[in-house]
């Protein structure tokens, strides 16, 4: 059974009277464990699937499963208690609390789940020395760049080890040097944890690194292919 | 999941602080409408408490006992015995401050130039001090030394009135038991104030046994007056006296001989209540618009915290802890500021302007803030209860707001 199974999505924007289409019959199968790139240029339906996947947004039609439940039948709660324990967010604009520090925007999600505080601590920790934001624990969003707040919110979404991280242009804002380190955590996590990665970018250094690429436009899936991705053996 | 308390705390107290002038003025609302709740209530708490021990404490008293038909009738026919049994043993015991068996009949005053109509009083001036006459309330002369004191006290206006003076002589007139006139001239040993002028026109104290004498009537009494603990709980002393009496003596709270008191001390209690809501309802409008901007800037963040999978319940409670902390805070310098201001106006605030106005409701011309820990307890209650009900919209909004849609919002 596939750890994501997308059946026949739709779903459509409305802009006066022109239908926008987020998602046109979009059938999808993900196994667990999977390292996938998602590229198309804007307005394809990248974050539209992503949204979906997670459960953020609603279809019009067709259904989503996750480990076999029907995230498209979930309520409000559940769809909470699927986001907060099994998928990791990375948004495209960051997203950060604005009142928290850096350290308390990577804890946030492990004080939902109810982590103990040093638990949270020593994690939190670790995953700041990872992005290279030692020091910078203290800090809020307003005294951080766009890339060190870019590094806090992959922090964030990772330092809880989710099984399946949907990740929308997050090496935006970065150098090379630390999109490859974000990219190697990645790869580490997916390899050795067996996270599943879906990543919508443009950025062509990023799509070396996935096993399977899949090109969007207009809402549907113009391709569907494997690679070697980086970071695998035989890469 | 919920998360911790502590967490949300420090979200709300954090996000309580971001727009800190916002925060500050609604503050200032708060701590005003909370100071108004409680000083006005202890204001009028006093006022109404100021009209009550004017009317019932040194003469009434919480409970007064007479014989059947005195009331309609209140003649020297109508006289009690002086306690005995089972009255002595409830007027010692715990349940009685203090209390005093008196003469009480109408009677005609007249000097050398004028006369007029008056109640006499036959006490015992010790027993009378203790049930609440205050010995201060004698500006000439003195008071009555004891209840064979042969002296008259007559009230300030009274003395006015007749154009007499201390030392004069003055002849008081009544009727006995055989509804022959008793008279007896007095000389005026002492002259009070009190609070309202009409009874220092109206009521006149001589010592019981000289009035008893007059009167012939033995050691009988017109009336028994006794001070409970306090004058909001007469019905227990009311209860253990009417079991202690005769069947057809008559044991009244001052809450029935006085409705008019009573009815005061009624609507007292509801005005206090209706205008801590009124006062709130206002304040609320303030917090309601203060928590609904603090939600419509902060629709992107609230998507995020539910897209990282908060549960609306906690966004809900987060909301709520904000609004607590907000009420909690007024609460705290709106109850500073009041009873500062309760203990600063203990000496009383002086509207002797209006003292006439005053007078005709029976109070003084001297406010005293009374404050009752049932009031400030009530204060507290309404802004808090009644400001998670407001904060309940707001909140609840916050949680109906798509994740996506929030998300996106700028």
Known sequence: ?235 | MAMPFSGLSLLAWRNLWRNYRRTLIMLLAITVGVWSMIFMTALLRGMVDNMVRQGITALPGHVQIHAAGFRDDPSVAHRLTRPAGALATVLDSEMVTAWASRIKVPAVISSEQDNRGVVLLGVDPVDEVSLGFVLDDITQGRYLSSSDDPGIVIGQKLLQRLETRLGKRVVVMSQDPENAIAERGFRVVGVFRAELESREESIVFAGREIIQDMLGIGSDVSEIAVLGKHYRTPESLVTAIREAVPADEEVLSWLQLDPFLSSMLKVMDGFVLVWMVVIFMALSFGLVNTLMMAIFERVREIGLMRALGMRPSAIVYQILVESLMLLGLGLLAGNVLALATIIWLADGIDVSGVAKGMEMMGASSMMYPVMEWPDLVLANLVVIVLGIITSLLPAWRATQYRPVEALGKT
């Open chain 1, 1 to 235: 059974m596939s750890a994501i199974s997308c059946i026949d999505m739709c779903k459509y924007y409305r802009q006066g009277d022109a239908v926008i289409k987020g998602l046109d019959h979009v059938s999808l199968e993900i196994d667990q464990g999977s390292f996938i790139c998602l590229s198309g240029p804007s307005g394809s339906g990248k974050t539209t699937l992503l949204n979906a996947i997670g459960g953020l947004d609603t279809l019009d039609s067709g259904q989503i499963s996750i480990d076999g439940e029907r995230v498209d039948l979930l309520d409000k709660a559940e769809l909470a208690d699927l986001r907060l324990f099994h998928i990791g967010f990375v948004f495209q604009a960051y997203n950060l609390i604005p009142v928290l520090s850096a350290r308390e925007n990577i804890e946030f999600v492990m004080q939902v789940q109810g982590v103990s505080a040093a638990v949270r601590r020593q994690r939190s920790s670790e995953i700041l020395k990872e992005v290279g934001l030692e020091g910078m624990e203290d800090r809020r969003p307003a005294q951080l760049s766009g890339g060190q707040q870019q590094r806090v919110a992959v922090a964030r979404a990772i330092v809880s080890q989710p099984k399946l991280v949907l990740a929308d242009e997050p090496t935006a804002n970065l150098d090379s040097n630390s999109m490859e380190r974000l990219m190697s955590r990645f790869r580490e996590l997916n390899r050795v944890h067996k996270v599943t990665f879906l990543i919508a970018t443009h950025d062509h250094r990023v799509m070396q690194w996935a096993d399977r690429r899949i090109s969007m436009e207009d809402g549907r899936i113009t391709r569907d292919e494997l690679q070697a991705g980086k970071g695998t053996p035989g890469a």
